[in-house]
């Protein structure tokens, strides 16, 4: 089992930019995609952005897709969500998640383990 754990959430600016993180610990994620999803209040869980385990490939939402940026660095056991020109609609709890296997998936039952969330608020 893989616990994580987010950071990097709180409020900033329309325009601005703001970066996630998620430290995995327990057994190691190398041979895992990894993933990002949100959930803004009222709404249900969605997906934002997955990379597989090499780093090498990458997917995103159409919402965030030319803003948003995944990363991971397989030595530390951390994945990043790089979050540039956020927008009120970006407001919501930010999850990451740990795929079932090395490819992408972009929904919730290609994710196995799953973080506590960290709020994200866009707000002038």
């Known amino acids: 089992q893989v616990q994580l754990v987010e950071s990097g959430g709180g409020l900033v600016q329309p325009g601005g930019s703001l970066r996630l993180s998620c430290a995995a610990s327990?057994?190691?994620?190398?041979?895992?995609?990894m993933g990002w999803f949100r959930q803004a209040p009222g709404k249900k869980r969605e997906f934002v952005a997955a990379?597989?385990?090499?780093?090498?490939?990458?997917f995103y939402a159409d919402s965030v897709k030319g803003r948003f940026t995944i990363s991971r660095d397989n030595a530390e056991n951390t994945v990043y969500l790089q979050m540039n020109t956020p927008k009120p609609e970006d407001t919501a709890v930010y999850y990451c998640?740990?795929?079932?296997?090395?490819?992408?998936?972009?929904?919730?039952?290609?994710?196995?383990?799953w973080g506590q969330g960290t709020q994200v608020t866009v707000s002038s």
């Open positions: 998640a740990v795929g079932r296997g090395p490819l992408i998936a972009i929904t919730e039952s290609g994710f196995g383990s």
């Open positions: 990379i597989g385990w090499t780093g090498g490939s990458t």
């Open positions: 327990g057994r190691t994620f190398s041979r895992s995609a």
